[in-house]
């Protein structure tokens, strides 16, 4: 089983930045992709940024130019910056990471979710 624990949510001004962070934990063997969605009240949860395990990088439309996904495969550790906060990001962010242990089919874990509240 894998844990996920997401820090670095909070309250912002438009135009300002936040780092969320993403730590994977447990009985680790093969990280894949890792990734963040963000879901807005009454909305449905929709992808922000992904990274795979060569490091290429995919984003929204919406976020593209303003966040910067990274990972640190020594820490199990995935990381969204976002600049450039508009209040149109305010939503729940979560974290997902594809896994695969020794023998199994990869599947999906996802972190509890961190809000991030972009004020105008």
């Known amino acids: 089983q894998v844990q996920l624990v997401e820090s670095g949510g909070g309250l912002v001004q438009a135009g300002g930045s936040l780092r969320l962070s993403c730590a994977a934990s447990g009985n680790i063997f093969s990280i894949n992709a890792m990734g963040w969605y963000r879901q807005a009240p009454g909305k449905a949860r929709e992808l922000v940024a992904i990274i795979s395990s060569s490091d290429s990088t995919e984003y929204s439309i919406s976020v593209k130019g303003r966040f910067t996904i990274s990972r640190d495969n020594a820490k199990n550790t995935v990381y969204l910056l976002m600049n450039s906060l508009k209040p149109e990001d305010t939503a729940v962010y979560y974290c997902?990471?594809?896994?695969?242990?020794?023998?199994?089919?990869?599947?999906?874990?996802w972190g509890q979710g961190t809000q991030v509240t972009v004020s105008s």
């Open positions: 997902n990471v594809n896994h695969r242990q020794w023998g199994s089919r990869p599947r999906d874990y």
